[in-house]
């Protein structure tokens, strides 16, 4: 069976999608080919991961009248038929979500080709509800997505495919945390607070929690390993209490995050679907802080979802202050019946199994294929 993974873009876009062709892979021994353009993660991140990598011209939407709107028919078709080559030896093609995708998932309907969408976010993107009519089934992480599809629509949860080693988290824990508290320099017996805001950080956040790391500089039962992004890594150093009996460990980026997530008790993060999908999947309580400006608020929407499951709080990032987080932390850090069941809910809720569950669905639509 021969696969075409479509899309891309940003690392969040990337990673649940280099999972996917790792489990076609190894359960299905699937041949698995990468579209994606020269200028997102992919065009590095997949190479890297050991899968053929072909380059496709794809533009984002433009929703305002401009020259460039005019245009980008005549680009999209240019697009699609540059695409058909790789698609006409596909059995099916699998579009993650973006624009990156489109010109594959048109080739593949146009050449008969069964597509199966994956859509990441509570509030579904443009691209994946405009294509949703052309695919045989539509992948949902979020329940709530299947709403927003036509009603013929075929859609079915899988979750958000995870990398092996952070779904790994729930049974290797100990070990992990044990290795996390030598190579991050974090000491056993306190509680440890994870804050991040993505790869390339959130500097809102992290300026809340450096407040909130002098607020809570006394805490002796405490640390906080704050993960800041590499453009503000320094700046952030320098706000942090330079007495008091709190640990603080910074670092501009961490590539090992089942590390991370083996030894927190509590994470501080975006609501961004990588995060959710991997925070839920550790079986970890969260304080999610929504990314204000995402498309249709779809973090916000995420965030909801598990806070309705009872595993997170929402804190909007019009409310965040260092104040109001230090409030948060110290109202669950020192509460550990309520942050024990926050876990077990945020566990229920997660899906450390989607990329095998996604997986499935991929071989059943390209059973039918030619």
Partial sequence: ???????????????PALALARRLADDHGAEVTFAGTATGQEA?????????????????????????????????????RRSRPFVRDADVVVGMGGFVSVPAVLAASRMHRPVVLHEQNAVPGLANRALARMAR??????????????????????????????????????????????ELELEEHRRTVVVFGGSQGALHVDRAAVGACRILRDRGDLQVLLLTGPAHHDAMVRGLPRDGSLVVRTLPFLDRMELAYAVADLVVARAGAATVAEVTACGLPAVFIPYPYATARHQEANARAVQRAGGATVL???????????????????????????????????????????????????????
């Fill in 44 to 80: 590095t991140l997949v190479p890297a991961a050991g899968f053929p990598f072909v380059e496709v011209e794809a533009k984002p939407f433009v929703r305002k009248v401009s020259v460039r709107a005019l245009r980008a028919p005549i680009t999209a078709l240019g697009s699609v």
């Fill in 1 to 15: 069976m021969k696969v075409l993974i479509a899309g891309g873009g940003t690392a969040g876009h990337v990673f």
């Fill in 316 to 370: 909007l990032d019009d409310q965040l202050t260092p104040e109001e987080l230090a409030d948060r932390i110290d109202a669950l850090i020192g509460h550990e019946e309520r942050l024990r069941a926050m876990a077990a809910l945020s566990a229920a809720w997660g899906r450390p199994d989607a990329a095998k569950r996604l997986a499935e669905v991929v071989v059943e639509a390209a059973g039918g294929a030619r």
């Fill in 137 to 182: 089934v539509v992948a949902l992480s979020f329940p709530e997505a299947a709403s927003t599809f036509p009603r013929r629509a075929r859609t079915v949860v899988t979750g958000n495919p995870i990398r092996e080693a952070i779904a790994a988290v729930p049974a290797e824990r100990d070990s992990l945390a044990t290795m996390a508290r030598k």
